[in-house]
């Protein structure tokens, strides 16, 4: 158990609906990241907090993409309108130190 | 930009034969350097890290890397693999400047017992 906890584990939807994941991350941790991970690749950037300020997005991700962090604690993720190019793992990390410590990530297929 | 490539995609080893997967990375400031590993069905975990000092580090489970700074160079080391290390391996990159954590593409590793 590496303390990051992500849910939903997997999720199945249909194209054109929203989804939203939920990341909580080790106590105080104050940096927090997405990432999302298809079949053979590394994790691929998508956003990352440092306590509640969201300091960078991807260029690669599309505007139906959101996250927040209200409060610095937990994150969510938004996919809003979702195709099936979304169809991935979605990751979720957070570090004090340097390292970060990763959940075990949240299964989406878009049908 | 902050890039890390990793050369080799799939690598195919017999048992006790020695492992060397190449990463090089891409940023003009200071960094800090990662390998994670991914065993199948399981979470990233971290396998060794640098921060400064001893560029030669070790890590778990007989893994070591050598940080060359004027390759850029991160490069993972294993002198004799088991068919445990069957995994994924991913080098990744942090900007102490920025906190940004980025991955390399990452090399499947299958040892044959």
């Known amino acids: 158990d590496t303390g990051v906890s992500q849910n939903p584990r997997h999720k199945i939807t249909k194209r054109g609906q929203n989804v939203t994941f939920r990341c909580d991350p080790i106590s105080e941790h104050n940096r927090l990241y997405w990432y999302r991970q298809t079949l053979g690749q590394g994790p691929e950037f998508l956003t990352y907090?440092?306590?509640?300020?969201?300091?960078?997005k991807s260029r690669l991700l599309s505007d139906r993409f959101s996250a927040e962090r209200p409060k610095g604690s937990f994150s969510t993720l938004e996919i809003q309108r979702t195709e099936q190019g979304d169809s991935a793992m979605y990751l979720c990390a957070s570090s004090l130190a340097p390292e970060a410590f990763f959940g075990q990530g949240t299964r989406l297929t878009v049908v | 930009a902050q890039s890390v490539s990793q050369h080799n995609h799939h690598v195919i080893l017999s048992e006790a034969a020695s492992l060397e997967l190449g990463c090089n990375y891409s940023?003009?400031?200071?960094?800090?350097l990662f390998w994670y590993v991914q065993y199948p069905g399981q979470h990233l975990q971290l396998l060794l890290k640098?921060?400064?000092?001893?560029?030669l580090v070790k890590g778990i489970k007989g893994f070591e890397a050598e940080f060359i700074k004027s390759k850029f160079s991160f490069n993972l080391r294993k002198p004799s693999v088991q068919w445990s290390d069957t995994a994924e391996y991913f080098c990744?990159?942090?900007?102490?400047?920025?906190?940004?954590?980025?991955f390399g593409q990452g090399t499947t590793l299958q040892v044959k017992p």
């Open positions: 907090f440092q306590n509640e300020a969201q300091l960078e």
């Open positions: 940023y003009g400031g200071t960094v800090n």
């Open positions: 640098y921060f400064s000092g001893d560029p």
């Open positions: 990744a990159v942090i900007s102490s400047n920025t906190g940004k954590l980025i």
